[in-house]
């Protein structure tokens, strides 16, 4: 009987193995923590048209979706915390210049080399043709590459770099003097008015200030931020930022590096905003408003203004209004809104108001504040207006009188 045991084979069981491998660690010298280490989840997205080749490349291990955690294949999820913006992956995408190198052997391998991705996502390899890359991140696309090389190669270690990154394009929606669609680049002046110049990678406030900077009503503690994720698949990324902490305390985490098809949306305030004289001498707001003063001014016309400039101070960078001929209880802004409406209020103009809604309102531009004529002014015209045909009469009679008289 027990020679009958010592000849059984041992039989190879998963703990078995995970016995033997701790044992070859701890002879070899390894530390012993390695045994027990998690493996290191890589995301790799596997672009479309993989079916074709399926089993030529490597299968997709678990990913990390910022949104939902880390996702397994199959669609398995662990909660996890998000990671901050800062910490997104750079997304390829048409316009990018990249160059492949192989690792080990010849230095001058043949294989190496720039490429571009198309507009169309791709880039053409050797031994490979057109390989889609769009919407993957640099550590996704080398996986890809290495294993559909791998069926070429013995050893399909490469390293993929980024050279020449795409221009972004972001839009910027909500309360911005200028909504719309707008390139950013790392080195370039606008030629707006505001006159930003971008060195570096683009931020939030770069947009922002090239979008002409907020309205008076803009939210800033609430602005939204999305971002496309990784992979074919369309999914976004939802953000708030707070750029009022940005402003006051210069926690720049607020004010975030973009991407390519980032979309940045400013809420309307719900209440007013009590900041907004303060900034008005930030980077956020407009660096200057052309405000029209008409009326009884001494210099009317379109007067050029800092951002979120009083009422007063309007009037008064006109000249002033003409001493008896104004009517300062009742000074009028007229203001075009955006969806095509006027409105028209009435401030009693007092030069001792701090800059308020309701007795000095800052101003935006292409505001029209109409200074009226007082009652003195009214009668004073009305009168000239009477008397001027009657004195032109009197003159064309004293002609004639004269001419008359020259005749004898």
């Known amino acids: 009987m027990p020679a009958r045991v010592l000849s059984r084979q041992p039989r190879a069981t998963a703990a078995g193995l995970s016995g033997l491998l701790v044992l070859a660690l ?26 074709a080749i399926q089993g030529s490349g490597p299968t997709p291990p678990a990913s990390r979706d910022p949104a939902r955690g880390l996702v397994a294949p199959g669609g398995a999820t662990r909660a996890i915390r998000p990671a901050p913006l800062q910490e997104d992956a750079y997304i390829l995408g ?28 791709t880039v053409s390899l050797p031994l490979l043709g057109s390989v889609r890359l769009h919407g993957l991140t640099l550590s996704q696309a080398t996986l890809w590459l290495e294993g559909l ?19 972004l394009r ?4 909500g309360q911005v003097e200028r909504p719309g669609i707008y390139t950013l680049t790392s080195s370039e002046t606008s030629n707006t008015e505001a006159r930003v110049t971008i060195s570096g990678l683009p931020t939030l406030v770069d947009a922002i200030q090239k979008a002409g900077g907020i309205t008076q009503e803009a939210d800033l503690r609430q602005v939204l931020l999305r971002r496309r994720l990784p992979g074919e698949a369309v999914a976004y990324r939802r953000t708030r930022v707070n ?18 098809g980032d979309t940045i949306r400013i809420e309307k305030a719900t209440e007013p905003v009590i900041e907004a004289t303060e900034l008005a001498a930030t980077t956020l707001a407009p660096r200057q408003i052309t405000v029209n ?8 016309g379109p007067v050029p203004l800092p951002a979120n400039t009083p009422l007063v101070q309007a009037v008064m960078a006109a000249g002033g209004t003409k001493s008896w001929r104004a009517n300062i209880s009742r000074v009028q802004l007229v203001r075009i809104n955006r969806n095509g409406s006027v409105t028209r209020l009435a401030y009693a103009l007092d030069l001792d108001a701090p800059a308020s809604d309701n007795r000095n309102p800052p101003l935006r531009d292409r505001d029209t504040v109409v200074v009226g004529r007082s009652s003195f ?7 000239t207006a009477v008397g001027t045909p009657l004195t032109g009469l009197t003159n064309v009679l004293t002609l004639l009188q004269l001419t008359r008289n020259n005749n004898n």
């Open 149 to 167: 090389y791998r069926r070429q190669l013995l050893r399909p270690e490469l390293q993929l770099t980024l050279t020449r990154p795409r221009p």
């Open 26 to 51: 701890v002879s070899s010298g390894l530390p012993l923590a390695l045994a027990a280490a998690e493996p290191m989840a890589i995301p790799l997205a596997q672009p479309p048209g993989a079916e």
């Open 243 to 260: 750029l009022l902490a940005l402003v006051q305390d210069g926690d720049q985490v607020q004010n975030p590096l973009l991407f390519d």
């Open 377 to 383: 002014a009214k009668l004073s015209d009305a009168i």
């Open 293 to 300: 003063v008409v009326g009884e001014v001494e210099r009317p």
């Open 94 to 121: 048409a316009g990018d210049g990249l160059a492949v190198k192989f690792l080990g052997g010849d230095t001058r391998n043949p294989l190496s080399g720039p490429v571009e991705i198309l507009s169309d996502g």
């Open 170 to 173: 972001v839009a910027l929606v």
